[in-house]
DNA sequence: GCCGCAAGAAGGCACGTTTCTGCACGGTGA
DNA sequence: TCACCGTGCAGAAACGTGCCTTCTTGCGGC
């Protein structure tokens, strides 16, 4: 008796809502969660009543009770003890963004969490789900989830054997190869990579995409690697790959600042974009419509992959889903722009074999 | 005793690691928060014990019984539905990052929460305090929380009379008349403005700051707004801002994309840069370090801003603040490129710098 | 020999919710 | 009249911790 109406220390709780409507608490909890059998007159009278005293239920009560927070995990690669890669600004902050709105729109919040996090950060949260961005070879942190039972779905094929719930990913070796193909076709004989010393799966499966293609058409590979996460090495690593002896006149940059990087570089060797060097980047950023030349692009759709990592984990975590895990591949759009277009009417250049398509 | 040994279902409770090792909850639970009086023995063997049944904590159960769930929202302002600004990626990832490093730092996550969310979304999620990104004049969400009792400190001023727990900002006044002073130097004599149409503080601030330079140096205020969430409408107003007849000769963009728009725009009027038009636009992005010509940035120090916020959050959530609200104000840094810099003695390509730097 | 003291450990309540079970009651068919 | 059933609601058991309180025990001082 005391306890109900006298601790008024904290937030109004459910026995003061039940107290003051007069019902119980069970009749409470059913009103406002709509179940039960109740009448609607009791159910609109508690209702008012909970929202005249300002009732919230708490979430750590309801996840003790329940089992569900409706928090999902989101894993981001770290380099050094820094949360969130350097060179995909522009792709994290979409695909984050698209995965933010689709949760939000099925009741879940995402919660950030880098890959380096020590496991008491981890078990301080209880998450009903998680998503990892780009997992590496045998991730620690993977494994401790999926031996824990969480639902995990990432984007980006798993290295390892890991069980994962579900994974969504782009065909990096089918975007490459069509990638080539058009610069190709826009006259470029001998065509450079600019990838990176890290051993995640974009940059593998991109990296021998572009030699299996290379192989293909009797081109030497011309590339050139640096980690990825140093901003400042990729410009010293585009300077290389056009200050080599076999210059290519095509290039293909792998990572976001590429374009810019190689735009300047080019300029500074005195060659013109695109009729001495055509250009490419993965990039989902918007200000390669307006450097001069605009720059084509690469983009791997994140908006769309959030969407379907987040749709892929929920439906695992509500249990609408398939036993097997689910895997998604959506497609990449190559934007061109003039970087990767001919200037020079038509140069004959024998196609390697079109194997698909003309 | 049915119960501890037999209930299988999930994770191993504090009951099973206390069975298996011979002691009781309360020790157990002291053993592993390092609190109460026991043995270095006794603690060490719980600890294996916890080790071996691969134990973790329940984190919906501790943050009901202490009310504290090491959780901080972060609240993202909204346009149309989609979280996040499209206009500030680099700034809000770079924002995002140091936050969530910080928080991690101090044993707390990151739960991303837009503002547009409702509130049942808000109270399904135990949160200790949250940090606000721009906050509205007089925002229901954070009138909410702040009704709420929590914690809440915002990047940006906070507009109405909401007495929030703390803030941090830039002296966006001075770094405007500073940045126009520079460009007065450089030998500006008629400076434009792209601004926005969006009443945000930053926005505002800014736009008065200009206006007010104007008086006092008695320049006839030239300049145009657009609303700053659509990415093409800059470009756009870029255009029509160096087609005014009163063209200005130089010109400061508030927003990121501001800078290769401009640019564009100057190349589409036969301007050269700088020569003809001095260009600095307020952004945290590096591409603005290789454009043609290397563009003048203004940088609000992202990170800088979002340690602070947290810290400033934490310590008042743990009890650590004074009883005033925290008002913190981070100094911009004004990156002088080649864009800013009238009768450039001589345009020397310097190679690109090593990665280690000297 | 008894009392006080302190270390070591256990008992048990409370956090606020969900939900299973079950009671009271009025109407209805047999 | 009685058994039966559906409706409307209440009691109380969990969920897994943290922590306050209490109990036991060994031991030294008077």
């Known amino acids: 008796m005391g306890r109900s109406s006298g601790r008024r220390l904290g937030r109004a709780g459910i ?12 009749t409470v909890s059913d009103a406002l969660n709509g179940k039960g059998r109740l009448p609607d007159a009791t159910r609109s009278h508690v209702r008012e009543v909970a ?11 309801r996840t003790l009770r329940t089992g569900k927070s409706g928090l999902i995990g989101l894993t981001v690669t770290t380099y050094g003890d820094e949360p969130f890669t350097f060179t995909e600004f522009a792709y994290f902050a979409e695909m984050a963004r698209a ?29 009903d789900g998680t998503v ?16 824990h039972g969480i639902p995990v779905v990432s984007d980006g094929r798993p290295g390892g054997t890991i069980p994962v719930t579900g994974w969504v990913d782009n065909d990096h070796e089918a975007a490459v190869l069509g990638l080539l193909d058009h610069l190709a076709e ?10 990176g010393t890290t051993t995640d799966t974009y940059t593998r ?6 030699l299996n293609w290379c192989e293909r058409v009797g081109q030497d590979p011309v590339y050139e690697s640096y980690p990825a996460y140093d901003p400042r090495a990729g410009a010293v690593a585009a300077d290389r790959l056009l200050a080599r002896p076999d210059r290519p006149d095509a290039v293909y940059g792998l990572f976001d600042p590429n374009g810019t990087d190689l735009l300047a570089a080019a300029r500074r060797y005195g060659l013109r974009v695109p009729d001495d060097l055509l250009l490419v980047c993965c990039s989902e950023s918007t200000v ?4 001069e030349p605009p720059i084509t692009t690469l983009s791997l759709k994140p908006r769309r992959i959030g969407t379907a990592v987040v749709q892929i984990l ?18 990449t759009d190559l934007i061109v722009r003039t970087s990767s277009q001919r200037r020079s009417p038509r140069t004959t250049v024998s196609p390697p074999r079109g194997p698909a398509g003309d």
Chains 1, 2 share one sequence.
């Open 15 to 26: 026995r003061d809502v039940a107290a003051a409507a007069g019902v119980s608490i069970t």
């Open 51 to 61: 929202d005249r005293l300002g009732y919230r239920p708490s979430a750590a009560a």
């Open 99 to 127: 995965a933010t709105s689709a949760a939000l729109a099925r009741g879940y919040a995402l919660v950030i969490l880098p890959a380096t996090s020590r496991h008491d950060v981890w078990s301080n949260v209880a998450l």
């Open 132 to 147: 990892v961005i780009d997992p590496a070879d045998g991730d620690p942190v993977l494994t401790e989830l999926v031996r």
């Open 186 to 195: 826009a006259g470029a004989r001998r065509i450079g990579l600019l990838t």
């Open 205 to 210: 499966l991109s990296t021998t995409a572009y």
């Open 288 to 291: 390669y419509a307006t450097t």
């Open 314 to 331: 929920i439906d695992a975590i509500e249990g609408l889903d398939s036993t097997c895990p689910v895997e998604q591949v959506i497609p």
